[in-house]
């Protein structure tokens, strides 16, 4: 077959039965060298077809395409490896046969290689450029209406993975209704979207937020992501800015050494993508504000052990300890409706000692669920007693102790002050405080005192009872006089990590 040039002949190669390799050439009638090329793209088939000849010339182009087409197997070795393991011997049995020679170096080393699994066969695509671009601008709304959402924008590109890291969605989880709904409709807002939710220790506030972020995970399908700083002020928002890009698919030794970097990346990355953050146990706002939205598209959810007062823009929603009602719901789908119903009495006072902590309840709950003769009337009375009470609110990881002592120790490395005003307090935790009249004692300024209290208060470990005075919240007062029994109460105390659902 000629085309094109007349002194060039375009021949295909055939097997014996006449059928089309996928191998042509161009055999030029001048005497130069025939150039050949391919007209099937699968390496599998190329060497399929070269078991095959059919001879249009002995001294045609089938040696050349050999050693071609083995030396471009060498960068796509992988689609041997699918499935191409013996066709190295084939084409060997081949050139043997029918060409009366012995394979080349190339072709051995191949054959060798590929039945040694070496590395160097691993084929990995080229990687494609990472492109950023700013978010996209919301089309403007009519006046009266809610502006249309933004379109959802995949993930493309390396560095990039579509996290889905939330814990699981709590089966135990009774009231906190319109709270639950507060987080939910400010998540799903178009314009940018941050929560904290805050609260006192032990009052559900993790849970309450791995709920919310589970009732909204549709709506970010570029992925959520989970992070538990562990109540550690010495967390930096560096560390956090690392963790949540690794999270994302940046690779370790892409992440910037600097903060600033590394927000920058990130900001540049999430631009327009709903993709949701959750960073649970934040003791300091900076700790989280290189993260907060810059415009539309991801939303920061964060769970706060302090109030975060600092953090501009941001949507609060404060849980409160459990009312009687909700507090017997919950006890009762721990330890079961039938116990409670025998004794009501027991069980209204059973809900008052643990003062509306979900913690509380959790462990009360649970330790009467495990012990199915243990009465109602029976914990009250073992829990009656102040000095046992803390003891009694611990069972495997759910811990009140454990919980308090990891918000008091987040306080005491940012305020040594207030971790020794706390101690104080517990000498004598049923009265009312007034600061003036103990200044003296704690050896410092009305001023410095004042602050004290304040981050005390900020942590929900104290709360302002009356003008100008201070009480400490029931089972913060247990803690504390433990703390005031301590021979030495600006001893490090040892932190247990407790179920952050609970926390």
């Not at 078991?51 to 050693?67: K, L, M, R, S, W």
């Not at 003062?355 to 009465?375: D, H, I, K, N």
Request: one cysteine or more; glycine letters at 8%; hydrophobic letters at 40%.
């Amino acid at each position: 077959m000629t085309q094109g040039n007349k002194n060039v002949k375009l021949v295909k190669v055939t097997d014996p039965r006449g059928n089309a390799t996928g191998l042509t050439y161009n055999y030029p009638q001048t005497g130069d060298d025939p150039k050949w090329h391919w007209t099937t793209k699968s390496y599998t088939d190329r060497l399929d077809h070269l078991t095959q000849f059919a001879y249009v010339d002995p001294d045609g182009p089938q040696e050349n395409a050999i050693h071609t087409t083995v030396t471009d197997a060498e960068s796509h070795a992988s689609q041997y490896q699918m499935d191409g393991y013996g066709r190295p011997t084939q084409v060997t049995n081949a050139k043997n046969e029918q060409l009366g020679i012995e394979p080349g170096e190339e072709l051995s080393t191949l054959h060798r290689a590929m039945l040694d699994r070496a590395p160097e066969l691993t084929y990995a695509p080229p990687p494609a450029p990472v492109t950023t671009s700013a978010a996209p601008v919301a089309p403007a709304a009519v006046v009266g209406l809610p502006a249309p959402p933004l379109p959802a924008r995949p993930i493309r590109g390396p560095g990039w993975a579509v996290p889905r890291e939330l814990p699981a969605n709590p089966v135990t989880f009774v009231g906190r209704g319109r709270e639950t709904t507060e987080v939910v409709t400010a998540l799903r807002a178009t314009s940018p979207a941050t929560v904290v939710v805050t609260g006192a220790f032990g009052s559900g506030k993790t849970a309450l937020a791995v709920r919310a972020a589970h009732a909204v995970a549709a709506d970010f399908p570029a992925g959520q992501v989970f992070v538990d700083l562990g109540t550690r002020t010495s967390v930096s928002p560096g560390e956090v800015l690392a963790r949540v890009l690794r999270a994302i698919g940046v690779a370790p030794g892409d992440v910037p050494e600097s903060t600033e970097e590394r927000a920058g990346m990130f900001r540049s990355l999430v631009a327009g993508r709903r993709l949701l953050l959750v960073v649970d146990a934040v003791t300091r706002a900076a700790q989280v504000r290189p993260l907060l939205p810059a415009g539309p598209g991801p939303a920061l959810l964060v769970v706060g052990q302090r109030r975060l007062g600092s953090l501009d823009g941001v949507r609060r929603v404060a849980l409160r300890p459990h009312a009687a009602g909700d507090a017997c719901d919950l006890l009762a789908a721990l330890a079961g409706p039938e116990r409670l119903a025998v004794d009501p009495a027991a069980t209204e006072e059973l809900v008052r000692l643990c003062a509306g902590s979900v913690l509380a309840l959790r462990v009360a709950g649970t330790r009467l669920g495990a012990r199915p003769r243990l009465s109602v009337t029976a914990l009250v009375g073992q829990l009656a007693d102040g000095r046992e009470r803390l003891d009694l609110l611990d069972y495997e990881d759910l811990s009140v102790r454990a919980s308090l002592a990891t918000v008091v120790a987040a306080v005491r490395a940012d305020d040594e002050v207030a971790g020794r005003l706390l101690a104080l307090l517990g000498t004598a935790p049923d009265v009312l405080f007034q600061p003036e009249r103990v200044v003296r004692q704690v050896g410092t300024s009305a001023a410095r005192l004042r602050r004290a209290l304040d981050n005390l208060a900020d942590a929900y470990l104290v709360h302002r009872d009356e003008p100008g005075g201070y009480r400490l919240p029931a089972l913060v007062r247990e803690y504390a006089a433990e703390l005031a029994a301590e021979p030495t109460p600006a001893a490090p105390l040892t932190v247990r990590r407790v179920d952050p659902l609970v926390a």
